[in-house]
């Protein structure tokens, strides 16, 4: 049975940084690909970022380009976002999410595992 566990999610002033975490068990994160969503209240889920199973071909949101990064600890099987420079708007409750056909899309409808959820609260 697959689970994924987010962590890391928390209360931060704009400006600051967090750094989530997505473990994984029943599978193995380096054969399928993990993608981070997130849905704002009142919101649609969008795409954050994602990463295809080869580990080196990563895909960003034009909202989070430079300041979100995504990468995998193999040894952990979990994979990371962290994100710098956050903002207001950046508020939601982020998903991991895992796509095994490994292609690292940005529709959230591909991925077939997802957890949680974590919170991400920035202050002004």
């Keep these: 049975q697959v689970h994924l566990v987010e962590s890391g999610g928390g209360l931060v002033q704009a400006g600051g940084s967090l750094t989530l975490s997505c473990a994984a068990s029943g599978l193995t994160l380096r054969t399928v690909a993990v993608g981070w969503f997130r ?25 989070v380009k430079g300041r979100f990064t995504i990468s995998r600890d193999d040894a952990k099987n979990t994979v ?5 420079s956050l903002k207001p708007e950046d508020t939601a409750v982020y998903y991991c999410a895992v796509d095994p056909n490994g292609s ?21």
Excluded at 43 to 62: C, K, N, P
Excluded at 105 to 118: A, D, H, L, M
């Design 39 to 63: 849905q704002a209240p009142g919101m649609e889920r969008e795409f954050v970022a994602s990463m295809h199973w080869q580990g080196l071909i990563t895909y960003y949101a034009d909202f």
């Design 80 to 84: 990371f976002l962290q994100q710098n």
């Design 104 to 124: 690292g899309s940005r529709n959230f409808s591909v991925y077939i595992f997802w957890g949680q959820g974590t919170q991400v609260v920035v202050s002004s």
